[in-house]
């Protein structure tokens, strides 16, 4: 007698989907890996540009905003945080038109490049000196590209959330009260607590690399 072997079950159209879907989404990751990686060969043009805005960014706050604001330092670069009566006093100073000219001047303009620039320039830097050393050269290019987006994302997505909600009491101070002050601190905390990470990461890189030349 002959055996037959059993009969495959017909491919469904569910099942093509869900195929077509893996395959896309493994290209897509691909894609994106390779435009990560290609970061690195832009790491000194990147540095050059986020310095640079970051110079201008300076000279506005110091030469501009805090003529606005009697002297006092802008709410988003208080490293510590701030009270909510410190906001207040901030917002209070400001007035509607300085806040109008700082939301114009700053979050619609500069610091809406600044954190999608700097998280770059980070992702560039990590890559860029973790490939002169053997641990990370061994590493497969996808989990390089995986492990500096996960060091530097956090800091872009809360630099983001924190410019939103300053930008909001700055639009309409009826939203100022000590929760909506305490939750625009926590976010500039957390900011720099996230940026933190990536920059003692390519410290510890550039460190160990200048030990093995």
Do not use: C
């Not at 670069?77 to 300085?98: H, K, Q, S, V």
């Not at 809406?112 to 320039?121: D, E, G, I, M, Y």
């Amino acid at each position: 007698m002959t055996s037959r072997s059993p009969a495959k079950a017909p491919i469904t159209r569910a099942d093509f989907d869900r195929e077509s879907d893996r395959v896309d989404r493994q290209g897509l990751w691909r894609g994106l890996s390779v435009a990560v990686l290609r970061l690195s060969r832009h790491a000194a043009a990147l540095s050059i540009a986020s310095i640079a805005l970051f110079v201008v960014m300076t000279a506005l706050e110091f030469l501009y905003f805090q003529r606005l604001s009697g002297g006092l330092v802008s709410l988003d670069m208080r490293i510590a945080g701030f009270t909510p009566d410190e906001g207040m006093a901030w917002l209070t100073a400001l007035g509607r038109r300085g806040g109008e000219i700082i939301i114009v001047w700053h979050y619609l303009t500069f610091d809406l490049l600044f954190p999608a620039l700097l998280s770059l320039t980070l992702v560039s830097l990590i890559l860029a000196l973790g490939r002169r050393l053997s641990t990370f050269r061994a590493m497969p290019a996808q989990l390089q590209a995986l492990f500096s987006l996960l060091l530097v994302l956090p800091y872009a997505v809360a630099d983001y959330a924190q410019n939103l909600a300053m930008a909001r009491l700055l639009s309409d101070f009826q939203l100022a009260n000590p929760d909506s002050l305490a939750f625009a601190s926590s976010l500039t905390v957390t900011k720099f607590a996230l940026l933190a990470i990536p920059v003692f990461v390519i410290a510890v890189f550039a460190l160990a690399g200048q030990r093995r030349s």
